[in-house]
């Protein structure tokens, strides 16, 4: 088996994974901890201004593996759908200034007031069919990351990989998937839609399903403290052609982010290195 | 579209929707309401008497639409495994006693201390192999559960309608499933496996996913109160040749469990009139 031991150089950190910090202190707490790959949320991009950013990312010569997030593309009605989509072309152009490798796209889920599942996965499709010549012409590849079925209805409707594979195959080039661990693990169709995905796996989030699961959004756990079989999952994604970074992203209130930012990257490396 | 008013006699409630119930409540109360079917969990059975539960339910003339639950097959050695087949034939046994028209399965999740979802669902596999002779002999037929996957840890690792009809095929004569909407309304693959599973659906179970939800065991909705469009399954369900009952199913700590269970029926049958 393959040495893990000491490739920080594919550990890439999500801004969720350690909250309290702004980008400035996310890029250069990074730096300190020898990491040299980020995933920024646009809050704090945006907060920072995103040339000062793109700044930023450049002097600490920081990857970005993924800019989080676009999407939400379903509305109750037409000037919403407008809306969102101007909302993801500003995205595009976000992730391209400050060079990001994607741009994760968190597709939306039921419009309020909706039950209507289908219709929403079509107002998806619609979506992504009208951003993606924007993004192809500033070269962002759209990262479709299917979330986990429990948030169907209020975040995201793409619920399996089979679904964002299908979107793949209708979009053609510029559109890949983002596979996050919390989200596909339980999948039984998932080796064989890793396998599908192959050149087209864009970013690979890792994080943990924890037995003791107490919030439906932000109680994720670090990895090697839930129940995913997270090198088994890693083997098929890099079985599959992908090359690129772990990104570890925990949504987690009572938890991870309650500690010292610092400390929580520390963990994330020794458990980077441990489990993933 | 058919006329739905007034189909009380299509309507099951299981006992967990009013929790604070014996079984001689859970008959007596449903007697009273005009309800003629009822699913009873084993734990009140097993209060009751499993004979004298018998006796309660020919005495109402109720018709028993499942006995809750058999399944649990996972376990981390030999013995758990022989112990949880038991254990399950003692519930084919009592599903018979009360002439219940299946055994409701939630299969289990990982053993304690696994990461390996595709050996817990082989686990899954071999235990309903075993259990199936014993099952056919009683005319007890096996509704396997898909659970939704957030209870792939912990309470079941077949988790779409797919899995469960795939465990089908390979159990023939006396194995079947039962479609519950809270756990497969989200299943983009939902209307085709719907209309595989044809006459192999045993059961269906109604409640609603709220957007809010709160807890993930807990916090089911009541019909009408939630996002999945009750009359779409159910048109599926029915498209596939299902003509039993609807059975209410909602596990709510913080909101039914704590009403007045005949109040909590007199909501299930409107709902059940209006929204399913």
Request: hydrophobic residues 45%; aromatic residues 4%; neutral net charge.
């Amino acid at each position: 088996m393959r040495d893990l031991s000491n490739d920080r150089s594919l550990i890439s950190i999500n801004s969720m994974t350690v909250k309290p910090w702004s980008l400035a202190e996310l890029v250069e707490g990074c730096a300190r901890a020898g990491i040299s790959a980020i995933s920024p949320w646009r809050d704090i991009v945006q907060a920072c201004g995103v040339e000062r950013a793109a700044r930023l990312i450049r002097a600490h010569d920081m990857t970005v593996t993924g800019l989080c997030r676009g999407g939400m593309f379903p509305a109750a009605d037409a000037a919403g759908r407008l809306a969102a989509l101007d909302d993801n072309r500003r995205a595009v152009d976000e992730a391209a200034a400050i060079g990001a490798q994607c741009l994760i796209l968190v597709v939306g889920g039921l419009p309020k007031g909706s039950r209507d599942l289908a219709d929403a996965r079509r107002q998806v499709r619609d979506g992504l069919l009208a951003l993606l010549p924007h993004a192809r012409q500033a070269r962002v590849p759209l990262a479709i990351e299917p979330l986990h079925p429990m948030y169907a209805a209020d975040r995201a409707c793409v619920n399996t990989l089979a679904q964002a594979n299908d979107l793949c195959d209708e979009l053609g080039a510029g559109a890949g998937v983002a596979v996050d661990t919390y989200h596909v693990w339980w999948d039984p169709d998932l080796a064989r839609q890793i396998a599908r995905a192959g050149r087209n796996i864009l970013a690979y989030h890792v994080n943990d399903w924890l037995l003791s699961t107490t919030d439906l959004l932000l109680d994720r756990g670090m990895m090697g403290d839930g129940v995913i079989d997270l090198r088994a999952v890693r083997a098929l994604v890099e079985a599959a052609g992908y090359r690129g970074h772990c990104e570890v992203e925990i949504l987690s209130a009572n938890n991870w982010w309650k500690r010292d930012p610092g400390e929580v990257l520390r963990v994330c490396i020794e458990r980077h290195q441990r489990v993933v």
